[in-house]
């Protein structure tokens, strides 16, 4: 049996015909850091060693040719003919993508803005799923990530925090006044703990009698008015996220 090589998945479903650029780069770069070629991209190649180089630095530039050679191969291979023909000439695998960062930049910037705008504008609806929402928020910042904005981990939980309703506004008081450090995994499993403890404290629905019913007071007693268990709103007992 042929081992699994993610180059054919590149070949046949991801080949960079233009418009497809973004899409394109991101499984390119699955594809090379699971290959571990990627590195010849932010790595300036050694100088070529003399004939009293060390071992270690002769097998360094050796390294890094071979992995320029094969991020090349795959980078070409990955092209529809046109673009192949127009960069087969290139020396090295950053050469041929600073190239076409020029070609198709514009498609990644305007990729960034909608997932951006996406991120920014997305409010999650009261009483709908925490887990639901997270993740879809989650997706958004991995999105940008991919498209190389670069969020700090704070921000990004600073973020999903403003996008949730009134009622988790004592979680969010407790994040900043603990100053608690959470990666997006805790967050989403603390803010399920929050909306359990919320949901619990909801007011119960009233029942709704017909102006016909025989339903009296016993005695002549006046009916109790009913106490609402929902005093001092509804994230008044939301515990200290820990």
Not at 53 to 64: G, I, R, S
Not at 88 to 107: R, T, V
Request: proline share 4%; with cysteine; aromatic share 8%.
């Amino acid at each position: 049996m042929t081992a699994f090589n993610p180059l054919i998945a590149i070949l046949t479903q991801y080949k960079l015909e233009g418009p497809n650029y973004v899409d394109w780069k991101r499984n390119l770069d699955i594809v090379l850091i699971a290959e571990e070629y990627k590195f010849v991209l932010d790595e300036v190649c050694p100088e070529k060693p003399g004939d009293d180089a060390t071992d270690d630095e002769q097998k360094a530039y050796q390294k890094w040719i071979k992995a320029d050679e094969m991020a090349r191969c795959y980078i070409l291979a990955s092209m529809s003919n046109v673009l192949q023909h127009q960069h087969q000439s290139m020396e090295s695998a950053y050469d041929i993508l600073e190239n076409l960062k020029e070609m198709f930049g514009d498609q990644n910037r305007a990729a960034k803005q909608t997932a951006m705008k996406a991120l920014l504008n997305t409010k999650m609806v009261e009483g709908s799923s925490v887990r639901d929402h997270v993740l879809k928020m989650m997706s958004f910042l991995n999105e940008l990530e991919v498209l190389r904005a670069n969020i700090d981990k704070d921000t990004q939980v600073e973020m999903i925090l403003q996008t949730f309703p009134d009622s988790f506004q004592q979680f969010r008081l407790n994040y900043n006044m603990n100053k608690m450090d959470l990666s997006l995994a805790k967050l989403l499993n603390e803010l399920q703990s929050a909306e359990t403890i919320i949901k619990s404290q909801a007011p119960p629905v009233a029942l709704n009698f017909e102006a016909g019913s025989s339903s009296k007071p016993r005695g002549g007693q006046k009916k109790k008015k009913a106490q609402n268990p929902f005093v001092g709103g509804a994230t008044a007992g939301v515990k200290k996220a820990k």
